[in-house]
């Protein structure tokens, strides 16, 4: 149980395009969805937290008109990268998780998204 | 604000020989801690966790941690590396308030060699 995906694995734009990354949890409802950015051999930076049919809340130095982030229903989460550019490459990671339930609080990742910006 | 320091960017290990990788917290209240692994193109799978209860914690696949408050520390062991245990290993403090956000270290590279 507890599995989260994330479409697509992978994906090649030009800059200047926008992309759309889903984040699902397939077996399970996820009131709270968390979006994390991971350059090349560093760790995974938070971007920002949605709870579902509310607005995210960004972290700081994330640009939120940038990086648009929709979590409409108790399953899926997307995050939409505008104005795609070269700096903007990077692996994007989702986790889901029920808060609930008694010890919802933990989180369950999804495999990851790797956009890269020609 | 919670932190964790990962204290090591890379350990080699032989096959068979213990492992270590070391994580010092800084934490205002007893911090809930975790280490997760992520082999390459996978996503992040979580090793163990600690929620004060046990001190010494274990997980999946024979790894364990022990939480030792007078020193800050949440170390991850393993007794006998496996080629299969080479991974990325991020050791994580959770924020009890608000949305409960993890907050990650900056990882050990685990190598470890026939």
């Known amino acids: 149980g507890a599995v989260v995906s994330q479409h697509p694995s992978r994906v090649i734009c030009k800059s200047g395009t926008s992309v759309k990354i889903e984040c699902r949890s397939l077996?399970?409802?996820?009131?709270?969805m968390f979006w994390y950015r991971q350059f090349p051999k560093q760790s995974l930076m938070l971007m920002a937290t949605?709870?579902?049919?509310?607005?995210?809340?960004?972290e700081q130095g994330v640009e939120k008109d940038k990086f648009l982030i929709n979590h409409a229903s108790l399953t899926l989460s997307t995050l939409t990268v505008t104005s795609a550019h070269p700096e903007d490459s990077s692996f994007y990671i989702c986790s889901a998780r029920d808060g609930r339930l008694a010890g919802g609080s933990e989180q369950f990742f999804g495999p990851g998204t790797r956009l890269t910006v020609l | 604000a919670q932190s964790v320091t990962q204290l090591d960017s890379h350990v080699s290990v032989s096959e068979g020989t213990p492992v270590l990788l070391r994580c010092n917290y800084s934490?205002?209240?007893?911090?809930?801690l975790f280490w997760y692994v992520q082999h390459p193109n996978k996503g992040l799978q979580l090793l163990l966790k600690?929620?004060?209860?046990?001190?010494l914690v274990k997980g999946i696949n024979g790894f364990e941690a022990e939480f030792k408050k007078s020193e800050t520390s949440f170390h991850l062991t393993k007794p006998s590396a496996h080629m299969s245990d080479a991974a990325e290993y991020f050791c994580v403090v959770r924020t009890d308030t608000g949305f409960q956000k993890l907050v990650f270290g900056t990882g050990t590279r685990l190598l470890v060699s026939p």
């Open positions: 934490s205002s209240y007893s911090p809930s």
């Open positions: 077996d399970f409802q996820a009131t709270t």
């Open positions: 600690y929620t004060s209860a046990a001190t």
């Open positions: 949605s709870n579902e049919g509310s607005k995210a809340t960004y």
